[in-house]
């Protein structure tokens, strides 16, 4: 699942957990309970983690395809989701298990540390200020989700393991490069200033950090994200999949974008092959998949709108009565748009578009488990 704000004024949300999103708005630290604390202290002034935690509460949290909204009220009806989710997984008797959980967080750091290989996924974590323990909780709300809509849709073993079979040579990562770059516009100085100081055989990252632009000045023209060899510009593409790790390809057409097109040195700093992923630990990667694909069509609505409906009709005791209305808010443009509807028997309401979707999009992003719709991306996924 996404992001979990552990914050909430800390009245209502001590210790919920958190984890990082595949792309979250923001990064968030754990403030646990109690608003009188001392949060931190700036050149001495201190700042109390009340302060904190209404400034997290006042930042909103960017919607693909509708409006920005309300932290709060995302975090809120996220929450509340998970619950419902968990409830219903246990009900369903299709809760993951700490294996299960453990082994989908082993698959989201292999991947992630096979596209960015001078990273560690758990220095990651830390720096993003989550735990290996908090992720894996957002996890099991994930993984919960997909096997809730995979019961109620009646979507066995088999039908996974032929998903899998069918799009084996998407599942995992390709063959793969990670390339450093020299960049400059042709017959510039930077341009003879970089060929005498190749051609004198300093090092390759020398050069880079001499003469890059200064977006590439910093790690030496190094990409830290590694580059599916098959996305790579077809100008010097069979050049790089036929050289070995540390040779130099250039000067090359680079292009930048608006009819533009630099110079270009690239040296292959690693060579990585296709990550292939076993059935068994891509299961619940593909069954999410499935199930996201399969509650898009017509038909399966109203398993969808089933579970919307168990959110809608959850009962929230917040300490504060200005929760109760924040939710009450939710539930409202929920209702106003047709959540629940479909599975009492009353045609549903077609939310414009551009419109906050309402309670959740299904297991790839959200559902009953996430936010009204939630950012981009699966826990587990640093950036």
Known sequence: MNRIIPGLRASIVCRLGSGVGIAAATVLLATGCGTKDNWAKVNGVTITKAEYIQALERQTVAVPGGQPINAERFVIDQIIGNKIMLAEASKLNVMPSEKDVEGYFKLQK??????????????????????????KSDM??????????????????????????????????????????????????????????????????????????PQLKANGGLMAQVTPISQIAPTFQGKVQQSPAGAI??????????????????????????????????????????????????????VKDELMKLKLDAKFEPSEAS???????????????????????????TAAPGATAPLGGGPAGGGAGGAMTPPPGAAGAPR
Do not use: H
């Open 110 to 135: 292999q991947l992630f540390e096979q596209q960015f290989p001078e990273k560690s996924y758990d220095t990651t974590l830390k720096e993003q200020g989550t735990t290996p323990e908090e992720i």
């Open 249 to 302: 390809i250039g000067p090359v057409d680079f292009g930048v974008g608006q009819g533009q097109s630099a110079k270009a040195w690239v040296k292959i700093e690693k060579k990585l092959p296709a990550f292939t992923i076993p059935f068994e630990d891509a299961a619940p990667l593909v069954r999410r998949q499935l199930v996201q694909l399969k509650i898009s069509q017509p038909e399966n609505a109203k």
């Open 323 to 349: 929760y109760t209305n924040v939710w009450d808010g939710v539930k409202k443009v929920a209702t106003d748009a047709g959540v629940g509807k479909i599975s009492s028997g009353t045609p549903a309401i």
């Open 140 to 213: 099991k709300v994930q993984l919960a989700e997909a096997n809730v809509y995979a019961k109620r849709l009646n979507m066995g073993e088999d039908e996974v393991r032929k998903a899998y079979e069918q799009a084996r040579n998407n599942v995992g990562l390709p063959a793969r490069v990670q390339l450093r770059i020299i960049l400059v516009a042709p017959n510039s100085p930077q341009y003879t200033e970089a060929k005498a100081m190749l051609d004198a055989k300093k090092p390759f990252a020398d050069v880079a950090t001499k003469v890059n632009p």
